[in-house]
């Protein structure tokens, strides 16, 4: 199982960017997919999750309303298009795959996971 994250950059206050993330090796249609991130100096939190088996979605709070998760089971590749990007927001994200069935918050349930791909937003 292969999860690659592209899509991470370098933006000011206000910008947007679009993170994918490719997987090969699964079952795409039957997993939970998530966005995680971790900043400096704090543990890892869920920043979205899309259960691919039924569409429903998870968004944590200080995200809601400005990022987007999407799947694409045709190409077996998760999105999350961030708008309204603050400096609060840099971290890097990593995509991870989970086998439930189920939308899951915790990165415990989840079993594999990309390299992540940073992404800083400047004041």
């Known amino acids: 199982v292969q999860l690659v994250e592209s899509g991470g950059g370098l933006v000011h206050t206000g910008g947007s960017l679009r993170l994918s993330c490719a997987t090969s090796?699964?079952?795409?249609?039957?997993?939970?997919m998530g966005w995680f991130r971790q900043g400096p100096g704090k543990e890892r939190e869920a920043v979205s999750c899309?259960?691919?088996?039924?569409?429903?979605?998870y968004y944590g709070d200080s995200v809601r309303g400005r990022f987007t998760i999407s799947s694409d089971n045709a190409k077996n590749t998760v999105y999350l298009e961030m708008n309204n990007l603050k400096p609060e927001d840099t971290a890097v994200y990593y995509c991870?795959?989970?086998?439930?069935?189920?939308?899951?918050?915790?990165?415990?349930?989840?079993?594999?996971w990309g390299q992540g791909t940073q992404v800083t937003v400047s004041s």
């Open positions: 090796g699964l079952t795409f249609d039957y997993y939970t």
């Open positions: 899309i259960s691919n088996s039924d569409g429903l979605t």
């Open positions: 991870a795959a989970s086998t439930m069935a189920i939308v899951l918050n915790t990165p415990e349930w989840y079993e594999h």
